[in-house]
T-cell receptor
Framework: DVKVTQSSRYLVKRTGEKVFLECVQD?????MFWYRQDPGLGLRLIYF???????EKGDIPEGYSVSREKKERFSLILESASTNQTSMYLC??????????????FGEGSWLTVV | AQSVTQPDIHITVSEGASLELRCNYS??????LFWYVQSPGQGLQLLLK??????LVQGIKGFEAEFKRSQSSFNLRKPSVHWSDAAEYFC??????????????FGTGTRLTIIP
């Protein structure tokens, strides 16, 4: 089974802190994603990466950056956390090479509270 | 631009009753369609997906969904729900396999409550 692991399930950070959310997948997937989930808004794509060192902005990239130095790892960075970034963050991965096609696999989520 | 509408924010069903969750999409070509389930505090788990072929798709946990092109719908069904089905359900639409960008667009979700 595909395993997407988010290292921190629950974080509390102060306004202005730099925050790193780490994600690792074990299936050699090319694509990795960071989503944000808020009540009533569903899932919104922050950034995605289709290869090492490659990244593209999603729908809500403002206030976030990402890093993908190794294929299996995709990090989300909040340079200066703000209270409106309090949310659930979901990492995901997929591959275009699987015959059944582009199924996205999710991690269990990271709950971030910014105070 | 692609979009997904889940018109029901919250549905309550008695245990043992049948279930249908609605999903309507907007997409310029034949899309890939997915249903995911999210238990409280957890990530999303794939229930089923439609790429092509038979428009009635079987998934895990006894769920099925039917793709209706004429109605731009991909409704999720289960003949008899169990208390463990209480969760949030997300419909998603994505581009065909041979596009390089596999971004999915998600609906806002339907919360399912099961009553005894």
């Amino acid at each position: 089974d595909v395993k997407v692991t988010q290292s921190s399930r629950y974080l509390v950070k102060r306004t202005g802190e730099k925050v790193f959310l780490e994600c690792v997948q074990d299936m050699d997937h090319e694509n990795m994603f960071w989503y944000r989930q808020d009540p009533g808004l569903g899932l919104r794509l922050i950034y995605f990466s289709y290869d090492v060192k490659m990244k593209e902005k999603g729908d809500i990239p403002e206030g976030y950056s990402v890093s993908r130095e190794k294929k299996e790892r995709f990090s989300l960075i909040l340079e200066s956390a703000s209270t409106n970034q309090t949310s659930m963050y979901l990492c995901a991965s997929s591959s275009p090479n699987i015959p059944s096609g582009n199924t996205i696999y999710f991690g269990e989520g990271s709950w971030l509270t910014v105070v | 631009a692609q979009s997904v509408t889940q018109p029901d924010i919250h549905i309550t069903v008695s245990e043992g009753a049948s279930l249908e969750l609605r999903c309507n999409y907007s997409y310029g070509a034949t899309p890939y369609l997915f249903w995911y389930v999210q238990s409280p505090g957890q990530g999303l788990q794939l229930l089923l997906k439609y790429f092509s072929g038979d428009t009635l798709v079987q998934g895990i946990k006894g769920f099925e969904a039917e793709f209706k092109r004429s109605q731009s719908s991909f409704n999720l069904r289960k003949p008899s729900v169990h208390w463990s089905d209480a969760a949030e359900y997300f419909c998603a639409v994505g581009p065909p396999l041979n596009f390089g960008n596999e971004k999915l667009t998600f609906g806002t979700g339907t919360r399912l409550t099961i009553i005894p």
